[in-house]
């Protein structure tokens, strides 16, 4: 099974959408339905497949309160690790 698009809503509301662009990269888009004085309210990566874990996680770790709100514990991290890793490896 290839799984190409994905969109998920964080505890804060933030929207993010990771979509499989081709076999070299992927897009992971955060949406704000409103931001703080030094959050942008619309942020996207384009990553390559290839990209180094701890890369991947520094985008993770971003996604990641950008979509809670705050700084989430290591498992909140790694579930959205997880979930950037599976358009990764596709």
Same mark, same amino acid.
């Given at each position: 099974?290839?799984?190409?698009?994905?969109?998920?809503?964080?505890?804060?509301?933030? +929207?993010?959408? *990771? @979509?499989?662009?081709?076999?070299?990269?992927?897009?992971?888009? #955060?949406?704000?339905?409103?931001?703080?004085?030094?959050?942008?309210?619309?942020?996207?990566?384009?990553?390559?497949?290839?990209?180094?874990?701890?890369?991947?996680? +520094?985008?993770? *770790? @971003?996604?990641?309160?950008?979509?809670?709100?705050?700084?989430? #514990?290591?498992?909140?991290?790694?579930?959205?690790?997880?979930?950037?890793?599976?358009?990764?490896?596709?």
């Amino acid at each position: 099974m290839l799984i190409r698009k994905s969109s998920l809503v964080g505890k804060k509301a933030g +929207e993010i959408h *990771i @979509e499989r662009v081709d076999f070299r990269h992927f897009v992971v888009e #955060s949406i704000l339905p409103y931001t703080e004085e030094d959050q942008e309210g619309h942020k996207t990566w384009d990553l390559p497949t290839n990209i180094c874990d701890d890369e991947l996680m +520094e985008v993770a *770790i @971003e996604v990641q309160y950008r979509s809670d709100g705050y700084r989430g #514990s290591e498992r909140e991290i790694e579930g959205w690790f997880n979930e950037l890793q599976r358009f990764q490896n596709h």
